[in-house]
T-cell receptor, first 114, second 109 residues
Framework: KAGVTQTPRYLIKTRGQQVTLSCSPI?????VSWYQQTPGQGLQFLFE???????NKGNFPGRFSGRQFSNSRSEMNVSTLELGDSALYLC?????????????FGSGTQLSVL | DAKTTQPNSMESNEEEPVHLPCNHS???????IHWYRQLPSQGPEYVIH???SNVNNRMASLAIAEDRKSSTLILHRATLRDAAVYYC??????????FGPGTSLSVIP
């Protein structure tokens, strides 16, 4: 079974631009969540989608948004990029939503904002 | 908000047991404790999870304190492939995922 696939692997943008990251979950998984990883703040939860609906959101500004499609694939968008948005963005999928569900992570998209 | 704390780094000799601690004193009654590990250039990988009772699987054991304010991940025989950053995570009743700062484990041959 293929794992979680994130594209692109690397991305370079300039301040003020917007970016869209893509995540394809493991086949059959219905929940997708997104995380930001930086050296200073560590891993932080962005949001979770289940059945095309955002179920929860972390403490990030409205510039960070996402969506989930009917095939469970998900996209994350960051508008008006700031230097501090440079990070590794990780996507994880799980079979269902819930506290006991194991998360399966992709390798991430490394975003650099210049 | 719930929070977890972990030592920044730990060392272990190969083939010896490793005990990785995590404090989560603000844990709520229904929050689950998860452990993941992350190798360089990879996303985190699931290790184990539990609620109240101690748990064992083929990778590790999880010992949860009776008051649930701390837990310990136990690797029974460390190998060089176990060198990674280990994250203690709370999955809360509000469906938030709260990561600890991670412990970087070095395994000495």
């Amino acid at each position: 079974k293929a794992g979680v696939t994130q594209t692109p692997r690397y991305l370079i943008k300039t301040r003020g631009q917007q970016v869209t990251l893509s995540c394809s979950p493991i086949s059959g998984h219905r929940s997708v969540s997104w995380y930001q990883q930086t050296p200073g703040q560590g891993l932080q939860f962005l949001f979770e989608y289940f059945s095309e609906t955002q179920r929860n959101k972390g403490n990030f500004p409205g510039r960070f948004s996402g969506r989930q499609f009917s095939n469970s694939r998900s996209e994350m968008n960051v508008s008006t990029l700031e230097l501090g948005d440079s990070a590794l963005y990780l996507c994880a999928s799980s079979l269902n939503q819930g506290l006991r569900e194991k998360l399966f992570f992709g390798s991430g998209t490394q975003l650099s904002v210049l | 908000d719930a929070k977890t704390t972990q030592p920044n780094s730990m060392e272990s000799n190969e083939e010896e047991p490793v005990h990785l601690p995590c404090n989560h004193s603000t844990i709520s009654g229904t929050d689950y404790i998860h452990w993941y590990r992350q190798l360089p250039s990879q996303g985190p990988e699931y290790v184990i999870h539990g609620l109240t009772s101690n748990v064992n699987n083929r990778m590790a054991s999880l010992a949860i304190a009776e008051d649930r304010k701390s837990s310990t991940l136990i690797l029974h025989r460390a190998t060089l492939r176990d060198a990674a950053v280990y994250y203690c995570i709370l999955k809360t009743s509000y469906d938030k995922v709260i990561f600890g700062p991670g412990t970087s484990l070095s395994v000495i041959p």
